[in-house]
């Protein structure tokens, strides 16, 4: 009587490397990449596009309805493949109030780790995220430790460009991120299938060549 014979162990099978473990590890990026969508809102858009302000420092800026993003932005610097982004200033706080006053609104936290991004010798990270209840004139301030804030003015002026900072700490006022149909469950999920689509994509052409 012949022998059966032998399988190789699972982990030295391509069926295995191509099909539990590729798809297991496809899921895992799919969920996480899924939930960091979620958390930050969508893709990062124009993150100063509405102005920016020093730290210390104050500006009346024109503000749309609904999400409108906070970041932190202070010089960066390279070293080989990596780039460093200057420290917040200690006790960094940002004010956002109506133009015509009242209480400021609301910050919601948005977690630094997120993301970076650089551009030269500059780069910003998410600080917070604001509800805007109507489109109009609002004053941004943000001061730091030993560092307060200027008064504000006695007549609110808005520039006709959204002012700029090229030096030092400050805060940028931008766009939400972008999300398809504006809904952030729908792009966690969308993420989730581009990721799983591109497992299939990368292991289908190779399942043909493994043995019955």
Not at 14 to 39: H, K, N, T
Not at 98 to 108: Q, R, V, Y
Request: aromatic share 8%; hydrophobic share 40%; with cysteine.
């Amino acid at each position: 009587m012949e022998s059966g014979t032998l399988r190789a162990p699972f982990y030295q099978r391509g069926s295995f490397w191509l099909g539990p473990f590729a798809w297991g590890l496809g899921l895992l990026v799919a969920v996480g990449l899924g939930a960091a969508w979620y958390v930050l809102g969508g893709f990062p858009r124009d993150h100063d596009k509405y102005g920016e302000v020093s730290v210390p420092g104050q500006a009346i800026l024109s503000l749309p309805s609904g999400d409108v993003r906070l970041n932190f932005e202070n010089s960066a610097h390279h070293s080989g493949d990596s780039t460093t982004l200057d420290d917040r200033p200690a006790g960094l706080d940002v004010k956002v109030t109506a133009g015509a006053g009242g209480e400021p609104l609301k910050i919601d936290d948005v977690p630094s780790w997120l993301f970076s991004s650089t551009s030269g010798s500059r780069g910003h990270e998410p600080y917070g995220k604001i509800d805007v209840p109507s489109a109009g004139n609002y004053l941004v301030s943000a001061s730091a430790e030993g560092a307060p804030a200027p008064r504000p003015p006695k007549i609110a002026t808005v520039a006709q460009q959204p002012p700029s900072v090229d030096d030092g700490p400050a805060i940028s006022v931008g766009q939400s991120p972008w999300t398809p149909g504006d809904s952030k469950i729908l792009g966690a999920i969308l993420c989730g299938v581009a990721v799983m689509a591109l497992v299939l994509a990368f292991t289908l052409p190779f399942r043909r060549f493994l043995p019955d």
